[in-house]
């Protein structure tokens, strides 16, 4: 059987780490939360490898290095309230708990939540609560957010979900445009007078978070 423990220890020494992240905080989360928990037990030999995992439909748990890397650029402080759409099986929900405040996560299948919040009560983690909703909304009831995360890639990120960015808050993402097999994980700012930039940070071959591809286009 394998040691996930060492795997987890391996994931983090041999694809984090040397792909630049080097907050001790997000270092430790991703050693110490059991990834295997949060894949179906077939998956679970090939939960460490350095790609994106499919553990539903249109549900993926991002490649390590990537999903690292997106969370170091959210700058999280203890106080943050993050906002976790597409949650799926709520591992990336697991690892910002132990560096923010409260996280929210967002799905669209009530199936999704359920198991999550069985893995989640297993896991003794309170600070997390979840809601259904259409992902493209986000949680606006519960906005505004210092920081936002959505699990996959998007051709566009909605201005509803901008929008419940708190001013001076970040949001994360992969965009990847139409046709194009690589992505770049990018960063957005809200500044206090509510304008918002980007800025691209590394590439990444993530798959489209279902419902935000690229829309159809049609020639006459």
């Not at 041999?14 to 928990?37: M, S, W, Y």
């Not at 539903?56 to 943050?80: F, M, N, T």
């Not at 990120?157 to 994980?185: F, M, N, S, W, Y």
């Given at each position: 059987m394998m040691n996930f423990e060492q795997a987890r220890k391996n994931m983090v020494d041999c694809q984090i780490h040397t792909n630049g992240v080097i907050d001790k905080r997000i270092l430790n989360a991703f050693e110490t939360v059991p990834r295997e928990k949060f894949v179906p037990s077939r998956l679970?030999?090939?939960?460490?490898?350095?790609?994106?995992?499919?553990?539903?439909?249109?549900?993926?748990?991002?490649?390590?290095?990537?999903?690292?890397?997106?969370?170091q650029a959210l700058d999280l402080k203890p106080e943050s309230v993050v906002l976790d759409i597409g949650?799926?099986?709520?591992?990336?929900?697991?690892?910002?708990?132990?560096?923010?405040s409260t996280v929210v996560v967002v799905e669209s299948e009530q199936s999704y939540l359920d198991r999550?919040?069985?893995?989640?009560?297993?896991?003794?983690?309170?600070n997390v609560a979840t809601f259904t909703a259409d992902l493209h909304e986000g949680s606006p009831d519960h906005a505004p957010y210092d920081s936002i995360i959505i699990?996959?890639?998007?051709?566009?990120?909605?201005?509803?979900?901008?929008?419940q960015l708190a001013p001076e808050g970040r949001l994360v993402c992969v965009v990847k445009q139409a046709g194009k097999p690589?992505?770049?994980?990018?960063?957005?700012?809200?500044?206090?007078?509510?304008?918002?930039?980007?800025y691209p940070l590394f590439d990444a071959a993530t798959p489209y978070l279902e419902g935000f591809e690229p829309r159809a286009t049609f020639n006459f």
């Amino acid at each position: 059987m394998m040691n996930f423990e060492q795997a987890r220890k391996n994931m983090v020494d041999c694809q984090i780490h040397t792909n630049g992240v080097i907050d001790k905080r997000i270092l430790n989360a991703f050693e110490t939360v059991p990834r295997e928990k949060f894949v179906p037990s077939r998956l679970q030999n090939t939960a460490f490898n350095d790609e994106d995992l499919r553990v539903a439909e249109g549900r993926y748990l991002l490649e390590p290095s990537v999903h690292a890397r997106l969370i170091q650029a959210l700058d999280l402080k203890p106080e943050s309230v993050v906002l976790d759409i597409g949650g799926g099986t709520g591992y990336s929900a697991a690892i910002l708990s132990s560096i923010a405040s409260t996280v929210v996560v967002v799905e669209s299948e009530q199936s999704y939540l359920d198991r999550l919040a069985e893995t989640l009560d297993e896991l003794d983690i309170r600070n997390v609560a979840t809601f259904t909703a259409d992902l493209h909304e986000g949680s606006p009831d519960h906005a505004p957010y210092d920081s936002i995360i959505i699990n996959g890639a998007v051709a566009e990120v909605p201005q509803t979900i901008l929008d419940q960015l708190a001013p001076e808050g970040r949001l994360v993402c992969v965009v990847k445009q139409a046709g194009k097999p690589i992505g770049a994980g990018t960063l957005y700012q809200k500044a206090e007078n509510g304008s918002v930039s980007s800025y691209p940070l590394f590439d990444a071959a993530t798959p489209y978070l279902e419902g935000f591809e690229p829309r159809a286009t049609f020639n006459f």
